[in-house]
């Protein structure tokens, strides 16, 4: 019988699934652990990988309780640490650096300079976000700007950057797409929220190259 929805919740620790029958009752889950990465001080990340390989690890469990297979399942939800936040190669799907995640730092220095320059009323205006660290857009700047060649990478329309939904949904799609939803773009820092699209003033102002958000879906 067809008819199950199967949820993810990938977050900061874990990743978690569920599958949920036709009555909403809980048919079966499993859950994983992962690493977590503290390279210095008030950096944190995460290895997209071990990220990817939880997932997959907690959905097949899932499956498994809820005696069910994959083509039993009729549709696909995810939650997920919005502000997390990678980059990955449009063709082979490999992340070109660990996930820089939320509680990281070390953008705290392109925070401040930006506010000195005046920037941050505009921001909030445009995406109801103060400029702060915990956001993905100078994580995103942080990745161009130490991963050798992945700026000249990325304006050639190479490089894939997104939330970890966005990472997941390209995995399960077989790189098929690029999508995320108007949530989790919000948390960028590069999203206007009252246009209800990517602000190309905001990807200028981050230097982050429109090709890297590209694709097709409600932020592509």
Sequence with gaps: MSGYILAIDQGTTSSRAIVFGRDRTIAGSGQKEFTQIFPRDGWVEHDPEEIWESVVWAVKEALKAAKITASDVSAIGITNQRETTLIWDRKSGKPIHNAIVWQDRRTAAFCAKLKAAGHEKAITKKTGLLLDPYFSG???????????????????????????????????????????DATNAGRTLLFDIGKNRWDKGLLELFEVPAAAAGGRGLCG
């Design 138 to 180: 100078t994580k995103v700047r942080w990745l161009l700007d130490n991963v050798k060649g992945a700026c000249k990478r990325a304006e050639k329309g190479e490089l894939a950057f997104g939330t970890v939904d966005s990472f997941l949904i390209w995995r399960l799609t077989g790189g098929k797409r690029h999508v995320t």
